[in-house]
């Protein structure tokens, strides 16, 4: 009986962070940085835990409906061949990972090519995913939050405007080749960028993919985001579309792997050298 409530109990644990995940509301995807502390009152019991406490019948009736969900979250969606860290500038490979799915579930939802993916890196939970199988509980792990993708079309100059806030912030980004300075206070800035190897054309009009939490919450860094045109929900999170994308990947025989295909590359000539180590 006791290995039996102590089962229980922690089924019922996984079962609550499951359903606090899935249930955050979207308009509260992530908090600002600055929000103010609540005034919690709370009381701590203390009860030995022995053969003496019997099952709950109403506990073991939840989990049977459940259990089955909490269960989804060890589901094996691909395999990761070499570990996935964050750090740096893009958020290193972990961030080139997450922004990559973006723009390739992005581009299957709208039937077309997208020129760029932006990830904040502040919403990437997780600092490394271990080499190995690669469960729905990573994912849930590394974003949390119910933030759901938006595509705009923003027109090269502003797209060069949004690629510097990218820099200086140093989020995660995919379809960009980026060259950046560091500067004596240990900021970066943007020098020269390209999609793929084309030049950018400042009137020309290019597609985004990010999350509604940047373009509603993001501040006034990310403003030029509300200037795009033709701004779109896609109908589908953030969590989901990067699970999407490494089932995708499986399927087409392709494991997970990092990534760091000099998306970003340090003008160490024109720079001043602060020390950081290069993002893995």
Known sequence: MMRKFVHNLSSACG???FLLLATIPAARAQQPANAPARDIHARVTETQV????????????MLAVYSPKVHELDVIIGKLKGELR??????????????????????????KHVDLALMNGGGLRRQ???EGELRARDVFEL?????ALVTLDLTGEQLLKLLGVIVSSREAQS?????YISKADRSFQLESARLGEKEIDPKAMYSIVTIDYLVNVGGERYGVLREGKNMRPLNITLRDALMEYVKSETAAGRDIKPNLDGRF????????????????
């Open 128 to 130: 490394n995913i271990g």
């Open 50 to 61: 022995d053969s003496s406490i019997p099952d709950d019948p109403a506990v073991d009736k």
């Open 143 to 147: 974003l949390p939050f119910e933030n």
């Open 86 to 111: 964050k750090g740096g500038i893009g958020a290193g490979s972990l961030g080139n990972f997450v922004a990559d799915g973006m723009r390739a579930e992005a581009g299957l939802k709208l039937g």
């Open 265 to 280: 590359v340090l003008d160490r000539a024109n720079s001043v050298i602060s020390g950081e180590a290069p993002p893995k």
């Open 15 to 17: 079962l609550f962070l």
């Open 175 to 179: 379809g960009a080749r980026i060259t």
